[in-house]
């Protein structure tokens, strides 16, 4: 059975940087991709960035430049950067297994509990 556990959210003043982390246990092999995803309260879940087994990486417009997702495929760990944050960009960070195909991701897989993440003017 897989689980993913995030961590690394927390309160930042804006401009500030957090490093999110995702660790996967089990057997992961049957997905090519994990992703970043985010929502605020009132708002729909946003897909932030995804990564494949192999590196290639998508960001979503809005964090684009500012956001970064790797990988250690040998720790079963996947990261996410983020620099120069915003207010906006306060929501629960939730890390979730999929399948990709050029630009698109199916999040068929396990997704973690979700970090908080809060951003203050």
């Known amino acids: 059975q897989v689980q993913l556990v995030e961590s690394g959210g927390g309160l930042v003043q804006a401009g500030g940087s957090l490093r999110l982390s995702c660790v996967a246990s089990g057997s992961i092999f049957s997905f090519n991709a994990m992703a970043w995803y985010r929502q605020a309260p009132g708002n729909q879940r946003e897909l932030v960035a995804t990564i494949t087994r192999g590196g290639s990486t998508n960001y979503a417009i809005s964090v684009k430049g500012r956001f970064t997702i790797s990988r250690d495929n040998a720790k079963n760990i996947v990261y996410l950067q983020m620099n120069s944050l915003k207010p906006e960009d306060t929501a629960v960070y939730y890390c979730?297994?999929?399948?990709?195909?050029?630009?698109?991701?199916?999040?068929?897989?396990?997704r973690g509990q979700g970090t908080q993440v809060t951003v203050s003017s």
């Open positions: 979730n297994l999929g399948l990709a195909s050029g630009d698109l991701f199916n999040p068929n897989g396990p």
